[in-house]
């Protein structure tokens, strides 16, 4: 494999651009391969030496990279040698149960940009995040199992799926949460339990509903300068079957708002002198890379590498991150979202869509 730092290769991943290769690599690119809005990797592109790079060999070149891309996204669930191919090491169990149920970790529309990360990422045990959109509604959902076993795997399984299931029969916030904890519950006893945060967004009003379950509170990066920790009263996590209801808390965004859910691998871990990563730490570097203009699966992709480097390159608990950032209620520009999500330019329609999504059965704009 290509290392991403350092690297052409690394360059067009990044970014999302195509890059052309070294002098000792004339007629050659490397080109990104996309799976909606989540980058899988990169392709090489071998051309005859004198070949120019116009628009059309451009566009021509973005059409294979996609096209790659959707082959390999619809073979990959039954190819146990693709799998083997783009694994670095080993996985555990627990990591192979979460990555088969979890969404792609990049998302976005004309509204929202959704974009997740989750480390290590191959011994992962406890950590699972969901998001979902119905209509205008944004759904999110972070869970963090106790333990770093197998078991803990799988209660975050359950955590999830009781939570998709509930959700799905339009179900609201703290009903979901009430069914998660009879799942856990009846399955466990109350010898498992898992932290999380179930939250709702308005992607027309910005209007954020959300409950906490034992879980450290949302934060809310704004105008790319200011961190800001939303605030609610905590219910205990679900499974400890202690008879308290949840909170439903209301906050507001505003246009360009980042949202953060995030466990406390994050912000917990510590160096070799035992002092924590810390809250602030965390938002900084957000807000830095935020005004360096990077596409925002990368921002994530260099925290988790920051953060591994501050942990010595090890972490004792699972360390995870979902990243919202709402438009406000004028849709951004296509150009807008490619440069947050990392697309190649020219992947989205001309025009910004007048709505973000249609019921079905309506008149389609």
């Not at 333990?147 to 999830?160: E, F, P």
């Not at 069914?179 to 999380?196: D, H, I, K, P, W």
């Not at 501050?310 to 360390?319: C, Q, T, V």
């Amino acid at each position: 494999m290509v290392r991403v730092e350092g690297t052409l290769a690394g360059r067009a991943f990044q970014t999302g651009a195509i890059v052309a290769g070294s002098s000792a690599e004339t007629g050659q690119w490397w080109v990104p391969m996309l799976d909606g809005t989540e980058r899988l990797g990169v392709l090489r592109a071998t051309a005859a030496p004198d070949s120019e790079m116009d628009a059309q060999a451009a566009q021509e070149l973005r059409n294979l990279g996609g096209l790659v891309a959707l082959m390999m996204v619809s073979k990959r669930g039954g190819s146990d040698t693709y799998a083997r191919l783009v694994r670095r090491r080993r996985m555990n169990v627990a990591a192979e149960m979460e990555w088969r149920v979890m969404p792609p970790r990049t998302f976005a529309t004309d509204r929202v940009l959704i974009s997740a990360v989750m480390e290590p990422a191959y011994e992962v045990s406890g950590d699972v995040f969901d998001y979902a959109i119905a209509e205008e509604t944004v759904h999110l959902a972070l869970f963090d199992a106790m333990g770093h076993d197998t078991a803990a795997g799988l209660t975050a399984n359950l955590a999830l799926a009781a939570s998709r299931n509930h959700r799905r029969q339009d179900c609201g916030l703290l009903e979901i949460a009430e069914a998660v904890e009879r799942s856990l519950v009846a399955q466990f006893g109350s010898n498992r339990f898992a932290t999380g945060i179930l939250a709702e967004l308005n992607a027309g009003t910005g209007a954020l509903t959300w409950t906490s379950l034992g879980h450290p509170s949302p934060v809310i990066i704004r105008k790319g300068r200011t961190a800001m920790t939303l605030s609610c009263s905590p219910a205990p996590p679900m499974g400890t079957d202690l008879g308290v209801p949840p909170t439903l808390c209301r906050d507001q965004l505003e246009p360009g708002d980042r949202l953060l859910l995030y466990t406390d691998g994050i912000t917990e871990a510590r160096d070799h002198k035992g002092e924590e990563f810390g809250l602030d730490s965390f938002a900084d570097f957000l807000i830095q890379h935020h005004a360096d203009g990077l596409p925002v699966p990368e921002t994530l992709r260099r925290l988790i590498r920051r953060h591994l480097a501050y942990h010595d390159g090890r972490l004792e608990d699972d360390a995870t991150v979902l990243l919202l950032e709402w438009s406000g209620p004028t849709p951004y520009r296509p150009a807008r979202v490619e440069a947050l999500a990392g697309l190649p330019e020219h992947t989205t329609p001309a025009t910004a869509l007048p709505t973000p999504w249609t019921t079905p059965g309506t008149d389609a704009p």
